[in-house]
């Protein structure tokens, strides 16, 4: 099908973006890389009056990093991330992860930004940006604000973005020499969307484990049993992982059938043993 | 019959074929070149092969196989088509090498 007509309109910075958003009695949206919007669009699931072309902006595109964060503009390409175009604060997690993003042409296109302000469930970075800690740099009306990811994403296709507001880009704490990270996800058809996906990351410098779920019914979210089960255990008994990983499951997807608990339990499964190997 | 000649990848053949051979079938059953078969899917293949022959220098099967995995061709000639990716992958490889 064909999107309904909408009017399009291209800003040149981020401040006239914002100006942009602001009209009474209408429905504007961003649109970044285009790669899930233009879709949802030509399926007629999401009315849009005026799109507000923020894709070729430079200041989104920014990249910049200091000893201890790298900060991504939100228009940075999955691609960009995937080819090592922009410094990597993950050791090695982000370009793997972007590697595994639907297939390159969409990647060429699809931004990190748009991704977030999406928050598809089952999108990656979401749940990545979450596993890293990283904070969501957003601009508005009332000046800039920053978030953590974690708390940023709220829901399924619902953030704290405010009308007016756009994503800057993420600030990304760098992983500590000596972290692990394991990933896993399960995606039944190439380039389709995740049934579950898991990061893992462990130590470096004594941190905490932290463990987070994608691709539930509502949006990425923490695992704290695991998480506190891998701090705690050097040595893994599986039954009791697989105790923590159910007690956890019930409230980040309570209402899930027995195959997407399975699906569930063996991404975690997997991203641990990643991790560990 | 018709004897035609045509220049594939610099390199130029005879060949003589019957009248009304389409080019497919020429390259396909005449040059070995089996990588297009009904050629819905080929412009597509040549443009990902293109950009993953840029990105990766000699890409294994695994490398191609992962780059290739937007692309559908409904005839399932994926395995020539990786092949022929490879092969030119291999050849670049070589030129660039020499």
């Known amino acids: 099908m064909k999107s309904a007509p909408f009017d399009y309109i291209r800003p040149k910075g981020v401040a006239e973006a914002i100006a942009a958003l602001q009209q009474e009695n209408k429905t504007v949206s961003l649109l970044a890389g285009g790669q899930s919007l233009l879709v949802l669009l030509s399926l007629r699931v999401a009315p849009v009056d005026v799109l507000i072309d923020i894709g070729r902006i430079d200041e989104l595109k920014t990249v910049s990093e200091s000893a201890t964060h790298v900060f991504l503009g939100a228009a940075t390409t999955h691609a960009m991330i995937e080819d090592g175009a922009v410094p990597d604060p993950s050791l090695g997690l982000m370009p793997r992860v972007a590697s595994a993003i639907a297939y390159r042409a969409i990647r060429n296109h699809g931004t990190i930004g748009g991704s977030v302000a999406l928050a598809d469930p089952a999108a990656d970075w979401p749940a990545c940006l979450m596993a890293l800690d990283a904070q969501a740099v957003v601009r508005g009306p009332a000046g800039e604000r920053r978030q953590r990811v974690t708390d940023f994403v709220q829901g399924m296709y619902t953030t704290s973005l405010e009308q007016g507001e756009v994503i800057l880009g993420f600030e990304i704490p760098r992983l500590p020499r000596g972290a692990r990270w394991g990933v896993a996800k399960v995606t039944r058809k190439s380039g389709a969307f995740a049934s579950s996906m898991a990061f893992v990351i462990e130590g470096g410098e004594g941190a905490p484990a932290r463990v987070i779920l994608g691709a539930t019914a509502s949006h990425a979210q923490p695992m704290p049993a695991v998480a506190d089960y891998l701090s705690q255990h050097a040595k893994i008994d599986e039954t009791e992982l697989r105790a923590a990983i159910a007690a956890d499951l019930d409230v980040v997807d309570p209402e899930t059938d027995a195959y997407q608990r399975r699906n569930h339990t063996a991404t975690v499964l997997r991203a641990i043993r990643e991790a560990r190997a | ?98």
Not at chain 2, 10 to 35: F, K, N
Not at chain 2, 77 to 83: D, L
């Open chain 2, 1 to 98: 019959m018709l004897t035609v000649t045509l220049t594939i990848n610099d390199d130029e053949q005879t060949h003589t074929i019957e009248p009304r051979t389409v080019l497919a079938d020429l390259l396909r059953d005449q040059c070995g070149l089996t990588g297009t078969h009904l050629g819905f899917c080929t412009p597509g293949m040549l443009v990902m092969a293109r950009d993953i022959l840029q990105r990766h220098r000699k890409p294994s099967e695994k490398i191609i196989r992962h780059e290739l995995s937007g692309q559908v061709c409904r005839c399932t000639g994926y395995a020539n088509i990786v092949a022929a990716i490879g092969a030119a992958g291999a050849e670049l490889d070589r030129e660039g090498s020499s």
